[in-house]
């Protein structure tokens, strides 16, 4: 790891949104509207966060009745047929990373019309789309920073990826993440946590074509963010699940799944969130359980072309011994990313989902195309990641 050029020699991009962290600056939200110009937007949120009243907190002190659209659970296609038929000029979104999605589809038919099959792919987005405010009351997706929105379309989760999508300003308070259901954040948590470590260990930059999307593989601006939202994020994810009232460690999981979208959206992720993709898409489970049961299948995957790199996480999480050589280190990370899954009760095999070895087939073809994510794997992917995938089938 410690061996790779300080800087290669392609071109790299680094993009993120106009972000203000921290207990309350929700309350910026009026003078971020006015600066936009947004004086009449759409409010982009589910009835979850709507009935524990985290949505009046978030809009508090706008001086206005904004129209609201909900948003469901997994977002599909077809959910953007039945917009509200009302003149609005921006989107406020508030709520987990499915709010967040469906609030980059909208503020792009906004925009441009169509239907949302129509932008599915990299760079399909013709202009820019409606000013756009994340308000993330979650700490997982890290959709708020990124250029991706995820739908499903014929039973595949599929991006839909363009610079384009950013939002203008993400308002990141953790103080709306308190109370959350444990299930919400054990769920997101770990979306947070593989995030950091697939980013962080991704195909390095150098040896990524040249995309029209930041997806460029881990370089050196990408992996301290990366390292950084690791730390923050283990060190926080337990704890935060155990006692949701925790201030601290919901500031340190929500500054880390920040942190964490920042980076895998310069750098790109890997086989884990491939895989999960594919069997979200075929059993409907939340994206974290699918994340969950995926973990080992993509780690095992990659650990020939990634020993050093996981030994290197082990030692800076502190779950090696300093006297442990390459492989004991690097399967002590495998190991820790496993407790770390089993200690919230998460998932861990897509047998676990339901799923069977006659499914194996679905999943290796769905997974392959997942081009966004594969390419920045560390190892090239290919059938025969079709072993692991039997394995956690079993």
Avoid: W
């Avoid at 290197?312 to 779950?319: E, F, K, M, P």
């Amino acid at each position: 790891m410690h061996d790779r050029p300080l800087v290669g020699e392609g071109r790299i991009a680094f993009a993120t949104p106009e972000t203000e962290f921290g207990e309350g600056v929700t309350d910026r939200l009026p003078e971020t509207l006015d600066r936009l110009g947004v004086d009449a937007p759409l409010v982009v949120t589910d009835r979850g966060v709507e009935s524990a009243g985290v949505l009046d907190a978030a809009l508090d002190g706008l001086d206005l009745d904004p129209t609201v659209h909900y948003a469901t659970t997994e977002p599909s296609v077809e959910d953007f047929e039945d917009l509200p038929d009302v003149e609005v000029d921006g989107v406020v979104a508030v709520g987990g990373g499915s709010c967040l999605d469906t609030a980059k589809v909208v503020a792009t038919l906004l925009a441009h019309g169509g239907t949302a099959s129509d932008y599915l792919g990299v760079d399909k987005v013709p202009g820019p789309v409606a000013p756009t405010v994340a308000i993330p009351t979650t700490s997982g997706t890290g959709s708020q920073a990124t250029q991706t929105a995820v739908v499903s379309f014929d039973g595949v989760k599929r991006g839909m990826s363009d610079e384009l999508l950013r939002p203008d300003v993400a308002l990141v308070d953790p103080a709306l993440t308190h109370g959350l259901p444990r299930d919400v954040t054990a769920r997101s948590g770990f979306d947070a946590f593989v995030h950091s470590l697939e980013s962080l260990t991704a195909r390095d930059h150098t040896q990524v074509e040249p995309r029209p999307i930041n997806y460029q593989g881990a370089n050196p601006i990408s992996r301290p963010l990366s390292r950084q939202a690791l730390e923050l994020v283990h060190g926080a994810y337990e704890q935060a699940v155990a006692d949701g009232d925790d201030r601290e460690a919901r500031r340190d999981l929500s500054l880390g799944s920040h942190l964490a979208g920042t980076a895998f959206s310069n750098a790109g992720l890997g086989a884990v969130h491939a895989l999960a993709s594919s069997v979200g898409g075929m059993t409907g489970r939340p994206h974290g359980e699918c994340l969950a049961a995926s973990l080992t299948a993509g780690l095992r995957y990659n650990l020939p072309v990634r020993r050093e790199e996981y030994a290197d996480v082990a030692q800076t999480l502190g779950v090696a011994r300093p006297e442990d050589d390459t492989d004991e280190a690097a399967e002590a990370l495998i190991a820790e990313c496993e407790r770390l899954r089993d200690s919230v009760g998460l998932p861990g095999s897509f047998a676990d989902l339901g799923l069977g070895p006659d499914d194996a087939d679905e999943i290796v073809e769905n997974t392959l195309i997942q081009e966004r994510r594969i390419k920045t794997n560390p190892r090239d992917v290919g059938e025969d990641i079709r072993e692991p995938v039997v394995r956690a089938l079993e």
